[in-house]
């Protein structure tokens, strides 16, 4: 039997506890599939006393992460400690330079700081593993970066936070406030105290940056990055779209157009009766769009401490099984010198179909106004109706629009000038509508 692969883990929260049991309680059948034993030799967290639900008596501690990182007694260094800066860089740059494998769930750190970190990584001939930091359980990087070999991707794009989509869906099922929703999602536990990063769109883009990166060969650009959230949404936008055959999603999507690559993150329509409108509650999935494969969809739980740490778990599993002098596949799938610079399609350019809903004021004339002003900006009505379940009351009616492609450009134009005509009671909501499969 070869030597164990001597691992250390900092940060036994959620995923670290649970990545350590794992660990453990799976030791023999991991032994056999991967030729050695996997060992934890060292354990880094905030708290020494807590009790992590794991017996890690045979694990060294350490108060420092960073000293743990730079350790001569580990192999592999799993960070789980979280935050894209502070101790989570500080002890990934360490185990790096010390010439350790690293291991990381961690998205916030990789959409900054991926480069560099994926630099250091080559340099030193080791391996930087993060299939938990997109999308938790599912298999969406090894895919992307092994599976899809000369595949060339023309869109990668989903369903990336489980909080946002868990809202969504109660939303539609039971017709409850966005407000009400949120709350709920909080005395639950799916949702944070602070739910801004999550419900503003930041985690689906630091996600989508890195599916990026795997997808164009380009340059992580987290800050590139249209990005709307879901706390706009109401139950008329909800009702209009089932009404018109689409459920709402917030999509991370990453496309290759004429002008350069869009990264956008906002509440999209997708078709009803496509894959990813299934897709419900905290479940994530990823659509991946290549010339060779045509679409792929993976869907599968995208967050908690088992599904993430069965991630985990196979990204360590994978060094085990690595014999010396083997070559290691780059980090974003091509040598960091090889990933071109990011060339952004600025979001005007976006081309699609779009949904509008105006709330205007109930007088004559009003419905043609707003035809006419998108007929002045060349956009192609697919329908204009006059809604029954918006907020019509006896001086105010709603309008919903469905256009045909169009750009952004002139979608912004048309609105603006509906506008400041002075039609509209409230304002307007406009989503994008996406084609899905
Ligand atoms: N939770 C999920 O479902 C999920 C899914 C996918 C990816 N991730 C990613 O996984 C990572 C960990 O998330 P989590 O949910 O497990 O977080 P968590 O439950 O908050 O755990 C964080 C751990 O880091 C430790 N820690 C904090 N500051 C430290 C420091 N300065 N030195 C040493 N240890 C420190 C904490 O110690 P104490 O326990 O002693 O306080 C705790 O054990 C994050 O990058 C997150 O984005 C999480």
Excluded at 88 to 109: D, F, I, M, P, Q
Excluded at 221 to 240: F, H, K, L, V
Excluded at 322 to 345: C, D, I, M, N, S
Excluded at 404 to 416: S, Y
Aim: net charge negative.
């Amino acid at each position: 039997m070869s030597e164990a692969l001597r691992v250390g883990i900092a940060g036994l929260g959620t995923v670290g506890a649970s990545v350590a049991r794992v660990l453990a309680e799976k030791a023999s059948e991991l032994t056999r599939q991967c030729g050695r034993p996997i060992a934890v030799t060292g354990v880094s967290a905030r708290t020494r006393g807590r009790d992590r639900g794991v017996d890690l008596s045979a694990a060294q501690w350490f108060d420092d992460p960073a000293e743990l990182a730079a350790w001569d007694g580990i192999d592999v260094f799993v960070e789980l400690i979280g935050g894209d800066e502070g101790p989570a860089l500080a002890c990934v740059t360490a185990a790096l330079e010390a010439g350790h494998h690293v291991v990381t769930a961690n998205k916030a750190l990789l959409a900054r700081h991926g480069l560099a970190l994926a630099k250091i990584a080559e340099a030193k001939g080791v391996l930087l593993n993060y299939e938990a930091a997109v999308a938790g359980g599912i298999p969406v990087i090894k895919t992307m970066r092994e599976a899809m070999a000369g595949n060339a991707v023309t869109r990668v794009f989903g369903i990336l936070n489980g909080t946002c989509n868990y809202i969504l869906t109660r939303m539609e099922a039971e017709g409850i406030s966005f407000e009400d929703c949120l709350k709920d999602a909080q005395r639950l536990g799916y949702a944070e105290a602070d739910p801004t990063f999550d419900i503003e769109g930041h985690d689906t883009a630091h996600k989508l940056a890195i599916l990026t990166s795997l997808a164009f060969g380009s340059r992580i650009s987290a800050d590139d990055i249209y990005m709307e959230g879901i706390s706009n949404i109401t139950q008329a936008d909800i009702r209009a779209a089932g009404e018109l055959g689409y459920r709402i999603k917030l999509l991370g999507v990453a496309q290759r157009t004429e002008s350069g690559i869009e990264q956008r993150v906002h509440p999209t329509m997708v078709p009803t009766a496509s894959v990813i409108a299934q897709v419900h509650g905290v479940t994530n999935a990823v659509a991946i769009e290549t010339d060779i494969l045509g679409e792929l969809l993976l869907s599968g739980p995208g967050a908690g401490g088992n599904a993430t740490a069965s991630a985990v778990v196979g990204d360590v599993a994978d060094i085990a099984k690595a014999r010396p002098g083997f070559q290691h596949g780059p980090v974003f799938g091509r040598p960091v010198k090889e990933l071109t610079p990011y060339k952004k399609a600025r979001m005007r350019t976006h081309e699609g179909g779009y949904f509008i809903r105006l709330t205007v004021h109930d007088r004559t004339g009003v419905f043609a106004a707003i035809a006419k002003r998108m007929a002045e900006n060349e956009i192609s009505l697919e329908s204009i109706v006059q809604h029954a379940n918006g907020a019509n009351t006896e001086s105010q009616k709603t309008v919903i629009l469905v256009t045909h492609e169009t750009t952004e450009a002139a979608v912004r134009k048309a609105v603006d000038a509906v506008t400041k005509d002075g039609h509209l009671v409230d304002k307007p909501q406009v989503i994008r509508i996406e084609r899905a499969a």
